[in-house]
């Protein structure tokens, strides 16, 4: 493995929406399925997406899922400019109540700890090193509480078109 690339996934540090580091491990809990994404506030896909994300977190967190989102504004800057936008935001237009994070590149030198670890340990297409490169907005990653890395879907694929993915491992 890379040195650069984490050994752990709930080791690693993060900051919420309101800017307080946490540690990725405040948000684990055995027998947890985990749904990581990059997101974004002005893509085509937005509010279709966020309005599903919303359903599945009301739906099946009890059953044990946890959606973190971290907004990204790698992809034309589909991203508004501050966290307290992004927040302001996502919750008046579409309520969300799981994790938000601060904003985070998911690609490139500064690419964020967590999604190297997601890239690197991604199954898709089971490539030597991982997924190279988040290709847009709203990747999505399938975790369970150990870390692993279950499964990983493009950005166009929509949340309701993997709930039988999800299901699968709650």
């Given amino acids: ?5 984490p050994k752990d996934l ?4 993060v900051q919420d929406i309101l800017g307080n580091n946490k540690i990725l491990a405040e948000y684990r809990e055995d027998n947890k399925v985990f749904l990581f994404l990059n997101v974004a506030s002005k893509w085509g896909l937005t509010s279709e997406t966020y309005k599903q994300l919303v359903d599945f977190d009301k739906k099946y967190k009890s059953q044990g899922l946890v959606i973190l989102a971290f907004p990204c504004g790698q992809f ?3 991203e508004l ?3 307290e936008e992004i927040q302001k935001y996502l919750i008046e237009k579409f309520q969300v ?12 030198n500064d690419c964020h700890p967590v999604f190297k670890y997601l890239k690197y340990h991604t199954p898709m297409l089971r490539l030597e090193n991982g ?5 847009w907005n709203f990747a999505k990653f399938i975790v369970n509480h150990n870390g692993e890395v279950l499964a990983y ?8 078109e993997i709930e039988n993915e999800i299901l699968k491992y709650l």
């Fill in 1 to 5: 493995m890379p040195k650069d690339i």
């Fill in 10 to 13: 709930w080791g690693l540090e």
């Fill in 153 to 160: 879907y493009e950005p166009q694929v929509m949340p309701n």
């Fill in 97 to 108: 109540t799981f994790p938000l994070f601060s904003k985070v590149l998911v690609n490139g």
């Fill in 81 to 83: 400019n501050t966290n």
């Fill in 131 to 135: 997924l190279k490169n988040i290709p």
């Fill in 76 to 78: 034309w800057n589909q």
